[in-house]
């Protein structure tokens, strides 16, 4: 049984709604996601408004750990040169199709697994979504959370588009550099939401401190869905190499 969670070519589905500051991000929870925001080994960081094209953006809309542990630089730079703040704070390509690197700190503990949620929103031209990347990896699971029509491109318009892209990454390094571009000219970054957590013990789909079969039933029912929560391996698929995964797991215990 393999059921595709992401493939090269996207297949999201639109949501569409009356235009607004942020519409549809998603706030992590255990049942969705395996945490709640501001749980232990946690951490959000989320931009609203940037300063420089070139870096130097701390967190504005949010962040977690508050204050941010000693050496965490969380920082959204534009890398091609092309981008330009405008008075609104969002970062704009007009010349060119811009690309950014997000700086996003972490715990270094080293053992367990790193589930990172992206969200990103942006107006004009879009993404190149295949050029989205973690430390080099593509994500597990993309999802298009919110589309709204701005008119033609040719008259300053384009969409509204929020997307959700979450990666899962085996142990836990101290930082991980987000990359992403957008297709053409004219994209601009709006808003920028990372939230990173530390699965000590990735068997504990309940959430409840302890491996036992109500975490077996669990994975079972997200298996047989195909729900890219079961995407133990995080190669983009849910199938029975993921099974054994789980099954790894959860002999381990916690």
Known sequence: MTHRVMGSALALSAAVGPCAAQQAFVQPTVATVGWDRFAPDSAYLAWDFFFVASGGNSPDLGRYPNPLPTGWQPDVVETSGFGFVTATGNIYGLAGPTDFEVTIPSYGLGEGMTRVLVQLKTLGTELDYDSVRLDGKAPAEVRELYRFHLGPPQQGGGDDVETLFR???AGNASEYTLTFNAAEASMSLD????????????????????????????????YQAGDPLADFTGDGEVDTNDFFAFLGAYQQGC
């Open 167 to 169: 990666f899962d990454l």
């Open 191 to 222: 808003i920028v939401a990372v939230d990173t957590w530390v699965a000590a013990c990735p068997a504990d789909l309940t959430g409840d401190g302890r491996v036992d079969t109500n975490d077996f039933f669990a994975f079972l029912s997200i």
